[in-house]
């Protein structure tokens, strides 16, 4: 039986070992922070798109597309995003004459020119709309492949509102969007509002979903911008009120990145020998091996393939009929591929008219009657993610370690953990926290409200809040 | 009733209206050649991509995701087509260190290398890999909306075989792919093999697929390649024969435009009021207007309300209750949407339990009982992309006049129509066409043999193939 034991020993060997080997990923392309991906890391990200896609779209953010490219003039209007931004541009020479480019890093100084343009009146809020696209960011730090590259494939979504308040209750909806779409991989969370030195540049506050990574470093895979007026009032994203006053919006912005959320996957919910995809957005969900005995073959191809043609309908299934290669090379093939479920089929099978069922989350083998194959594979198929969701929350639980001073803190993180600890909220705790304990303040809760349980763990002054310490992608 | 005059009238102005009214596109993006894709256009685009990326798959081809940037090092490997790109690439100043970085004009040269570190032997062949994504090309001619863009959303396909002949098999798959997708659409084409002079750069030969736009210019939607072994020796995509020995990948590419696709929806199905999409790709496919009277505004919102939940499962549908507008501007405002089909509901309808359909593209009124408005729409459904089609062919044509001298060619040209004439081969009486009939030679039939009808419309020497000239975008 596979255990999960690689993944926390030694992460980055595993991970690297499995992007190639279950066609997710190759790092091997000629530029730095620039990978490929292969069919099964490409087709979960499109399942991953297309399930956050239809959410948004569902709440009424409309689907456009924007160009890739800011003029430098847009793209430094707003001082703060400049600042945040100007370090990790790529530009591009040759451009619309008499004036440089820029690759998008995110799109506001692409998107809100044109918001200026579209919006007029209260009736035309709230204007929301969403694109999957990617974004480039030249990152200095060392990159690596899904968790850390210059070439970032995400969902960005932007809004405008009428008032606060509506922009706040939409703040809550993105929230829910993201969460459930997490949830619904199996991917358990951390909640947290950044601190004021680290949220968006140009935000009035950030709110990140922060999972954990068996190698105790965060996985930012989801952020939520409250940006008040700070664009409107730059790109003049003026609205004519109810009562005749005019009126810059209220704006949010939001991204989920993809290649993150499948890192995520992999990193949650993998063995050993490889990744094990959520059935929704599995490439392959079901493989069909055929074991057959001298004697026999034709009747267990036979019967495999009566099987084939039952379930071929509803699910993404192969029938691996090769006949070089064993049976259990197949099951281990598969395996590595992040197939969740594997019937296999031999003369006993055939005889007792059943199916052996191995379902992957569990590592448990179900004999199942023919007749109720289906209504197996769907329970098993709603089942799994909870069962994920479940394994991945008790995980980051048991990351999670309490700290109540700084050298406690430092060997939390030098353990791969996450620390939590409490915070007085000054800058000079915050810049000496990551000196000393090598892992910065990713933030406080925002879905829950959690008392101070000590004095802040930098210079033992009251604290205000409870924030959590962790190393990051 | 809506004609179809303006758009054959004056195009360029009914098209341009039509992009920001019917909210496909907005061309005031502050970047030449660049332009903001609004919600329809998105999600017709995405409704072309799930359907060519599923034909794709079925027949094997992987999803994949290449980066956007090439080496500079890589781009100029290969002479021919670094010399065909050479003018149009954008750079970027800030990318590796120490090379400088292309942004994709097409994928060759970022592909390839990967092809040659992932193929060893013939059992890896064929490879078929596939991807959508934009590329980029500093056009110099005049940009126009959709047809002419400096930043172009298409799929790109790239394949290696074992054989020419194998190869030979694939570009017919290719051709056929394309064709569905066009005919499912209703899109009527000519399937061109270009001259050696107008064939992709670094290919052995091209053909093209080119439709008919209302101004007389071609818009090719979409290219299929025999590269041959020209990238492969370059790249050194080499695999191991069966019998042992090494040999170069013979390789095909072939892509797709997006927008242009989405451009000839348009011209092809659209009318005075605006577009009509296809309905497997309109973003809405039903809408429901109530007509309710004095007396009776209930009972016709309540039967509204109870057809719409009789569809909703089924169809993208809408049901525009809208108080404060009145039906005929309804009727108008989702006619310039595009939408399809629309259901009619007063108190007639009520009455003798009946819905009064209008289809759009036969602008036909039907009564249609209850009870049967399923069945009704599944067949329109079924039927417009047929009627479509078959309009579209004709309208094709009708525009394709027959030439026998360089003046007959030049005032079809100008009268805007497709020119179909005899060349002897030569380069020169290409050169020669183009100048003096004011549209370059598109290629010859690649589905169809055609038989020289006269001599050589420039030199009056033997003809060696039926061309089509036109204007192109």
New interface residues.
């Given amino acids: 039986m596979a255990t999960e034991g690689r993944k926390f020993k030694n992460f980055t060997e595993w991970f690297d070992e499995l992007l190639l080997n279950s066609r997710i990923a ?1 790092p ?5 922070g ?6 099964n ?3 979960v ?2 399942c991953v798109r297309r399930k956050l896609e239809e959410k948004l779209e569902k709440d009424g953010h ?8 800011a ?1 430098e003039e ?1 793209f430094s209007k707003e001082a703060e995003h400049i600042k945040g931004f100007r370090q990790e ?9 008499g004036s440089s ?1 820029i ?1 998008r890093p995110t799109s506001e100084t692409i998107i809100y ?2 918001f200026s ?1 579209w919006i007029k009146s209260y009736a035309d809020l709230p204007f929301k ?1 969403h ?1 999957s696209c ?1 974004i ?1 960011r ?1 990152e200095t730090k060392a990159t690596r492949p899904l968790l850390r590259v210059r ?1 970032i ?1 995400w969902n960005e979504a932007h809004t405008v509102h009428e008032s606060p308040e509506d922009a706040e209750r939409q703040f809550k909806t993105a929230i829910r969007i993201y969460s459930e779409v997490l949830e619904e991989l199996g991917i358990a969370f951390l909640l947290l509002k950044r601190p004021d030195f680290d949220k968006f540049a140009g935000a009035d506050y950030s709110v990140a979903f922060d999972t954990w990574n068996p190698d105790g470093k965060v996985n930012q895979v989801a952020t939520v911008h409250n940006l008040g007026t700070n664009f409107s009032r730059v790109f003049e994203i003026l609205f004519e009120r109810r009562d005749g006053g005019k009126e810059y919006g209220w704006q949010l912005c939001y991204g989920m990145g993809y290649s993150r959320v499948l890192a995520a996957i992999i990193a949650h919910h993998g063995d050993d020998v490889g990744p094990c995809f959520p059935p929704e957005v599995a490439p392959i969900q079901v493989v069909i091996v055929p074991i057959p005995f001298k004697g026999n073959e034709e009747e267990v191809i036979n019967y495999s393939r009566e099987i084939l043609n039952k379930v071929r309908e509803k699910y993404r299934v192969i029938l691996d009929d090769r006949k070089d290669v064993t049976p259990g090379e197949k099951f281990y093939h598969w395996e590595r591929m992040g197939v969740p479920i594997r019937l296999e089929v031999g003369p006993k099978e055939v005889a007792s008219q059943t199916i052996t069922l191995m379902r992957r989350d569990l590592r448990e083998r179900l004999t199942v009657k023919i007749e109720e194959l289906e209504k197996t594979i769907n329970k098993i198929i709603v089942e799994m993610p909870k069962i994920f969701l479940a394994k991945s929350r008790q995980i980051l639980g048991k990351m999670i370690i309490d700290s109540y001073t700084l050298e406690e803190a430092a060997e939390a993180i030098e353990n791969k953990k996450i620390v939590r600890a409490c915070w007085c909220g000054n800058i000079e705790c915050a810049d000496f926290i990551k000196t000393r304990v090598g892992g910065e303040i990713r933030g406080y809760r925002y879905d829950i409200h959690e008392e101070p349980f000590s004095n802040c763990v930098s210079c033992r002054k009251n604290s205000r809040y409870v924030i959590y310490i962790a190393r990051a992608y």
Wanted: charged residues 25%; negative net charge; without cysteine.
């Fill in positions: 190759d091997r392309y000629p530029v730095k620039f990978i490929v991906y292969l069919e890391g490409k087709y990200m499109e409309k689907p456009m597309l924007f160009p890739i490219v003029t847009n541009v790529f530009s591009i020479t040759r451009g619309e004459e480019l690759l020119p044109m343009i709309v694109q990617e480039y030249y070439e494939p």
